[in-house]
């Protein structure tokens, strides 16, 4: 099996080469990367595993930037931010962006380690496709059966679904519990609507809302991530 592919992005020569020798000695692959603009062409070419991202990069596009550029194009790439000391705020904006964790300067290379790994653990469990046996999912009060493309209302009655909101509800069941940006659903979403190009997504929410939370002013379900988009989160048994 390869290893996983991350890219390192840090402006600082000496910190980049630092943190690539020591994650190289503990098995991983890390590619240095100076520049947002670097990071942009060879994530086109092929997307990382994971992207390591210093949040204060000294041109046009931070940290930040590139974290929201990143989870627009993928939801199952983790990112994992470099942020500084006692900045509250960076960290808060960098989780909003799409970043899955940050580790704050000065940090020990143990701990940068153990959440890189942590996070290739996660992006590995998300890659894995569900179980061939699974025919139903349970979402908000319903069961979605994957078969029959509808939902299961708990008084047994079938609820239909059209194919862009089954094809919605698989891409959540897909990516429990990660904010999931509009940009991406639709993207990744194979049935575009005669509706606002900006609001389709929040429309085709807004209907899946009505069939399958208890109470769509207080969805449990598909919850709203502020300045990122959606994230599904499974009923707790």
Same mark, same amino acid.
């Given at each position: 099996?390869?290893? *996983?592919?991350?890219?390192?992005?840090?402006?600082?020569?000496?910190?980049?080469?630092?943190?690539?020798?020591?994650?190289?000695?503990?098995?991983?692959? *890390?590619?240095?990367?100076?520049?947002?603009?670097?990071?942009?062409?060879?994530?086109?070419?092929?997307?990382?595993?994971?992207?390591?991202?210093?949040?204060?990069?000294?041109?046009?596009?931070?940290?930040?930037?590139?974290?929201?550029?990143?989870?627009?194009?993928?939801? #199952?790439?983790?990112?994992?931010?470099?942020?500084?000391?006692?900045?509250?705020?960076? #960290?808060?904006?960098?989780?909003?962006?799409?970043?899955?964790?940050? !580790?704050?300067?000065?940090?020990?290379?143990?701990?940068?380690?153990?959440?890189?790994?942590?996070?290739?653990?996660?992006?590995?469990?998300?890659?894995? *496709?569900?179980?061939?046996?699974?025919?139903?999912?349970? !979402?908000?009060?319903?069961?979605?059966?994957?078969?029959?493309?509808?939902?299961?209302?708990?008084?047994?009655?079938?609820?239909?679904?059209?194919?862009?909101?089954?094809?919605?509800?698989?891409?959540?069941?897909?990516? *429990?519990?990660?904010?999931?940006?509009?940009?991406?659903?639709?993207?990744?979403?194979?049935?575009?609507?005669?509706?606002?190009?900006?609001?389709?997504?929040?429309? #085709?929410?807004?209907?899946?809302?009505?069939?399958?939370?208890?109470?769509?002013?207080?969805?449990?379900?598909?919850?709203? !991530? #502020?300045?990122?988009?959606?994230?599904?989160?499974?009923?707790?048994?």
């Amino acid at each position: 099996m390869a290893a *996983p592919r991350i890219l390192l992005v840090e402006d600082d020569g000496f910190q980049r080469q630092l943190v690539t020798d020591y994650l190289a000695q503990h098995g991983l692959r *890390p590619i240095p990367v100076g520049s947002g603009a670097e990071l942009k062409r060879m994530a086109e070419q092929a997307m990382p595993d994971l992207a390591i991202l210093d949040v204060q990069l000294g041109e046009a596009e931070d940290g930040l930037a590139l974290a929201r550029w990143l989870r627009g194009r993928s939801a #199952r790439i983790g990112i994992l931010m470099l942020t500084s000391a006692g900045d509250m705020v960076d #960290r808060v904006v960098g989780l909003e962006s799409g970043a899955d964790d940050y !580790v704050t300067k000065p940090f020990e290379p143990r701990e940068l380690l153990a959440r890189v790994r942590a996070l290739l653990r996660r992006a590995a469990g998300a890659a894995a *496709p569900p179980p061939a046996r699974i025919s139903e999912v349970r !979402v908000g009060t319903c069961m979605l059966d994957l078969e029959r493309r509808l939902l299961i209302r708990p008084d047994g009655e079938e609820e239909p679904l059209t194919a862009s909101e089954f094809d919605l509800l698989k891409l959540f069941v897909s990516h *429990p519990n990660r904010p999931l940006t509009r940009d991406w659903l639709l993207e990744a979403s194979s049935h575009r609507e005669a509706e606002a190009f900006d609001r389709a997504i929040d429309n #085709r929410i807004l209907r899946l809302r009505r069939k399958l939370e208890a109470d769509p002013a207080k969805p449990e379900a598909i919850r709203s !991530v #502020r300045g990122v988009g959606y994230m599904f989160v499974p009923a707790k048994d």
